[in-house]
């Protein structure tokens, strides 16, 4: 492949918008690296997906540090395509991962402790060969370990220099609101929640996340927008035998009833009135709530990613 030069018209296009009451600007639409980016994947197409992210001015690009597969692979990937092509840009991107969920064999492998927070964070910026990340996350609540010892390893990160800021993942609301005065209070203020926010999953907005995260000058910004394929035209005339569905991992054919198929068809019915794709009115609609930064997509192709881009046309 051959030596890569940013396109000159990398943001002309792309429209940013300030997160919660921070300084930071986020693209509208963020680059997830949760599938596509493993080890198990080809390289020189997730290289490509990268360079043209950047091309299109998606600054922003999520890991975390079991991504892949395997675990921890999409921040390898990252970290070669970091040498190959994007070291000259490190300052015009804003890049975050995040430690939660299980990661490596023990009791320190997972959940929130102080211990596992930055024990993932130092292996994180080995394999993105960064020196730090933009933004880290605590990537779930953990019940089990006092909620300031998860937020003061937050704090200590930041004061290290080994991330400029620290996002909360998946916690629920009462938590979240614990989370938020104890950051505010040591100087280190939230500035963003990523949950999993579409038109089938509106728990953020029901359970008054995202109303909690306007009034304290939180950002936000939406995972699984498409609900892993569901709000596409992707499963309206049943289940494809290489659909996420048809391998049942994180879709099940259980999952398509009756009502959900009709559904579905009557929102495709009703993009296509408006001339886009049912993945298109999806991702407009979770832009069009109030109080969102940012969504989140994932991409297997360069073509893939252009289509999602057209939610902000």
Known sequence: MENYVASDKRYDAMRY????????????????????FGGVDDYQRSRSILRHAFDRGITHLDLANNYGPPYGSAEETLGRVMDDDLRPYRDELFISTKAGYDMWAGPYGEWGSRKYLMASLDQSLRRMHLDYVDLFYSHRYDPNTPVEETLQALVDIVRQGKALYVGISNWPLE??????????????????????????????????????????GVGFIAFSPLAQGLLTDRYLNGVPDDSRMARGHFLRREMLSDDLLQQLRQWNDEAQQRGMTMAERALRWILEQQGVTSVLVGASSTEQLDKNLKCIE
Do not use: T
């Not at 997160?19 to 596509?36: D, I, K, T």
């Not at 280190?188 to 926010?197: A, D």
């Open 17 to 36: 918008v300030r997160c919660g009451r921070s300084g930071v600007l986020l693209p509208q639409v963020s680059l997830g690296m949760w599938h596509n």
């Open 175 to 216: 938590p979240l609101r614990i989370g938020i005065d104890y950051l505010k209070a040591h100087d280190v203020p939230l500035l963003i929640y990523q949950g999993k926010l579409n038109m089938l999953h509106r728990d953020p907005i029901d359970e008054g996340i995202l109303r909690l995260c306007q009034q304290e």
